[in-house]
């Protein structure tokens, strides 16, 4: 059976047996031994631990990778990779595609008025955390120290790092050829270890899977129906319609390939909810199922998965007008463009890691003035939010690599139509 299969079939059965414990744990017919076993040994003792050291072992892959590869991309074809028109066209579709997010969200928010029949002031209260300027994200993007970057996981300078590093190889002659060599080997090894733990990803998925199920009051979301859905629909919207049509019109690709492909990546990105966790399926994805050349893959997923979210400004969106409802507070449009501007560049500033979207909502909220204490309404039901809309984040890195590759004549558009080109 191929992996895929095998992690889209962890990721179910982690999802019944999760649902299934949370019955048994919440019902009133078992004795209280057997509730305290189920919750001490398996949900918060085995199930938790190895779904965390799932995680961390994708983790561990993500800057190794990136640094290697952007810098073996980069210093291969040396003159021939134009950095600078790769870096403009996927800074311009990242933030057409989170513009036309939040514009569809905001629009169906409208609609639909998911926050019209709930009342504010239900004794919420939210602390907030002060979110990161957003003038810090371009100042801090040069490196002073490369290490500190690496050690730290900070993507943005670790790119910059290696473009740099990469760019002086191909320029250093027989030095920089042997160096260039010693990247090469050091790729095919760090792949190798890829595929060693993406092996053990069916088992790390279902643990995770079925900790968190066992633990999501399913209740909630009935309570919140409304909002939940709205934020759902505009999501699978955004993911299906929006990327398709893109992909579409900008380069004359069919999106079946793309959405067929990403799969995997979607069970990674549901499962951890971390675009930064998912980064190295994201990157295998584009590579060799899509056929995206790694000089430019290795460029455009990683930056993707610091500054894209499109699914995170989908649910900020639908979140403020949800919020502004619910407190009887009516927006203008001066309201509705300040929301486009502000949850653009609070996506761009959330990190690629569980539930940061939801911190970064409070920066959308104070901008327009609404009670930043409304975020408690919708807290519920965030994680089960939290592992689509990053699902939908990683598509659109992975949508947005393939059209730059494909207008830089970088895309093998053999790989991209092959159903078999597999990790
Ligand atoms: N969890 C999201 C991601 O990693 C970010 C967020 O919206 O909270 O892409």
Known sequence: ???????????LVGILVGTLLNLILGSTGISEGIRSFLHVYIVDGVLDVIGRMFVSSLKLLVVPLVLVSLICGSSSLGDSVRMGPIAGKSMGLYLLTT???IGSALLVAVLVGPGENIN?????????TPTPPFMNILVNIVPSNPIAAMAEGNMLQIIVFALLFGYAISHAGESGQRIANFFRDLEQVIMRLVMVLMALAPYGIFALLASLFSKLGFAVI??????FFTVLGVLIFHAVVTYSLLLKVLSGLSPWPLLKKMRSAWAFAFSTASSGATLPITLETAEHRLGVHKEVAGFVVPLGATINMDGTAIMQGVATVFIAQVYGVDMTMTDYVTVIFTATLASIGTAGAPGVGLIMLSMVLTQVGLPVEGIALIIGVDRLLDMVRTSVNVTGDAMVSVLVGKSEGKLDKGVYLDPHADI
């Open 222 to 227: 009935l309570d919140l129906a409304a909002y």
């Open 120 to 128: 504010g002031a239900s004794g919420t209260n939210f602390t907030t």
């Open 99 to 101: 513009a036309l997010a």
């Open 1 to 11: 059976m191929s992996l895929t299969n095998r992690i889209l079939i962890a990721m």
